[in-house]
């Protein structure tokens, strides 16, 4: 363990200490366990490197070199290097396996044929004597909780000279939903980092900002331009970048709004006029629907194209008159076992609606009722203007201080 050796002597092959570990030194690779460069040594009053080629035994409160002379100049940290007392030990990393924020209370040190390698952390709060009590008080510390290495993902934001990013393709394993629990569960300058990473994917980041609750939605929009906010709300569902744009300091809402693209402002300006915990607030106005005379193969064929309704509507279409009346909706599970020349009329529609005014109380209520995964919002004409589906119930009903209990047991 890093802490066994940290502050050891540093001994030179007649046994003579010359200096005391302050640090390892490593430099950080995609994939595999990062090898240990060398060490910083405290020699008097100054800290010097010793090179890996140097040591010959590392062991819990000893280092031993293989030499008698070391090289006196102060140590400077290279670019790309990673000072694993100073910028790992006792800090957050990510869980990519658990998708989870975990703290490295300790880190594990592991001898291979070319020296020595950071193998994994201890993630065990017991791990924390090990770094405040005096070795000799310390008591049966033999419990471990280790993460391997490779299933963790440092932030290394803080470090001067890394000039690493985190890498995108580590992020991707996990859900968007998983990452925004991470970002919340991290301090600022760590979900900083984490957006940052993934920039380049604006779907994902978009995905993300779905998943975040608006106090760090706005807390992270608030450090991006207005160009930069407009195309993150673009992506966005509509029920949720109206929801943002909602949150949003006043003086900032026209401007990012009018940088929208046009469909996307229609959208939002359907939204907008209700309230946001109503049934027209929480609606999505993409879903999918057909005409009176549509067949239930046109039904079905609307399902396979359409590219915009939330994957929670895909199991619902709506029919609605030539002139947008609302008639009902039919479960595509119905669909595919009735013959595919049947008009969807003369099916066994569901003609309950909400209408925009509707408050959550009034569409959960009707939703459990009619045991529907969709339910279709109507204006004051009796016209189709939207969608809500279960998933949008769930998530206004789940309490915020179940969120807090969910991330209390992943143990950070």
Known sequence: MLTQVLRSPVMNPAGTEVGRVEDFVVKLSDGSYPPVTGLKVRVGAQDVFVGKDMIAALEPGAVRLNTHTIRTDAFQRRPGEVLLATDVLG?????????????????????????????????????????????RGR???????????????????????????????????????????????????????????????????????????????????????????AHILERMAPDDAADLLNDLDQERRKPIFDLMSANQQHKLRKLLQYHPSSAGGMMS??????????????????????????????????????????LGSVAVSDLLRTDRASKVEDMELTTCRAHGNADLSDVTLMMADYNLSALGVTDAADNLIGAISSDDVIEALVPNDWRARIEASTGV
């Open 91 to 135: 800090r957050h990393v990510v869980d990519v396996v658990k998708g989870r924020i975990a703290q490295a209370h300790d880190l594990v040190l592991q001898p291979t044929e070319d020296g020595w390698v950071l193998a994994g952390i201890d993630r065990s709060p017991r791990a924390v004597l090990r770094r405040i009590v005096p070795r």
């Open 139 to 229: 008591p049966d510390l033999r419990r471990h909780a280790i993460l391997d290495w490779k299933d963790i993902q440092p932030f290394v934001g803080q470090v001067p000279t890394a000039k690493l990013l985190m890498p995108l393709q580590r992020l991707r394993r996990l859900h968007p939903a998983q990452i925004a629990d991470i970002i919340e569960g991290a301090s600022h300058a760590e979900g900083q980092e984490i957006i940052e990473a993934v920039e380049s994917d604006p779907a994902l980041t978009a995905d993300i900002f779905e998943e975040l609750d608006p106090e760090h939605q706005v807390e992270f929009i608030r450090s991006k331009s207005n160009e930069e906010a």
């Open 285 to 326: 106005p993409d879903y999918v629907f057909v005409m009176r005379g549509a067949t239930v193969d046109m039904a079905l064929e609307a399902v396979r194209i359409d590219d915009k309704s939330p994957h929670a509507l895909l199991g619902t279409v709506f029919v609605t008159e030539s002139d947008g009346k609302y």
